[in-house]
């Protein structure tokens, strides 16, 4: 069964307003998660890791002020897309794993956002 | 982390076994080889790893070359909802977790 979950699995907003995702670990406690975005017809690109109790670390490109992450237990961790407009339109992906040494990543279901 | 190459697509006819590569000739000491599936609309699927030893688990079995440079992907029984774009990932490390997901293969299962 599933081990991470995600809300919600679908979401239209539309142009400035914000949007946030959670994500869970279900049955495992997650110091770090890791938020994936995948544009139409393209592969999952790394956004940035989440680490609970600090301040998340992005990827080249991805713009913080935007992109909000907010790790504040070891079983959630938010994502809130800030002033969204319409590229920011995308499935939104989170992943934990269990802190174990080279245990498998395992994902939510992911959240289709829609910006209009 | 290492780059990995997949062929494009591939078919496969339900009932027979589905065997994806995957070459990762640039694989480093302390890189395992993980293999994810996504199907359409969801978020991608954990289904085996390993380092260096073959693997099986009750979706696939994991071959991987002595040398390490390639691996192969076995789904003994494709059914038609093993279809899905399949990615062969290696990572390891300090950077594990920041997964490198390349194209893929889109494995088709025809009746």
């Known amino acids: 069964g599933a081990v991470v979950s995600q809300h919600p699995s679908w979401v239209i907003c539309k142009s400035g307003t914000s949007v946030k995702i959670e994500c869970r670990s279900l049955?495992?406690?997650?110091?770090?998660m890791f938020w994936y975005r995948q544009f139409p017809k393209q592969s999952l690109m790394l956004m940035a890791t989440s680490n609970e109790g600090s301040k998340a670390t992005y990827e080249q490109g991805v713009e913080k002020d935007k992109f909000l992450i907010n790790h504040a237990s070891l079983t959630l961790s938010t994502l809130t897309v800030t002033s969204a407009h319409p590229e920011d339109s995308s499935f939104y992906i989170c992943?934990?794993?269990?802190?174990?040494?080279?245990?498998?990543?395992?994902f939510g279901n992911g959240t289709r956002l829609t910006v209009t | 982390d290492a780059k990995t190459t997949q062929p494009t697509s591939m078919d496969c006819a339900e009932g027979r076994a589905a065997n994806l590569p995957c070459n990762h000739s640039?694989?480093?000491?302390?890189?395992?080889v993980y293999w994810y599936r996504q199907i359409h609309s969801q978020g991608p699927q954990y289904i085996i790893h390993?380092?260096?030893n073959n693997e099986t688990n009750e979706m696939a079995s994991l071959i991987i070359t002595e040398d390490r440079k390639s691996s192969t992907l076995i789904l003994p029984h494709a059914t038609l909802r093993d279809t899905a774009v399949y990615y062969c990932?290696?990572?390891?490390?300090?950077?594990?977790?920041?997964?490198?997901f390349g194209q893929g293969t889109i494995l088709t299962v025809h009746p």
């Open positions: 640039t694989i480093s000491g302390n890189e395992y």
């Open positions: 992943s934990a794993f269990r802190d174990r040494v080279n245990s498998p990543l395992h």
């Open positions: 990932i290696v990572a390891g490390g300090t950077s594990y977790g920041k997964l490198t």
């Open positions: 049955d495992f406690q997650a110091t770090t």
């Open positions: 390993g380092l260096k």
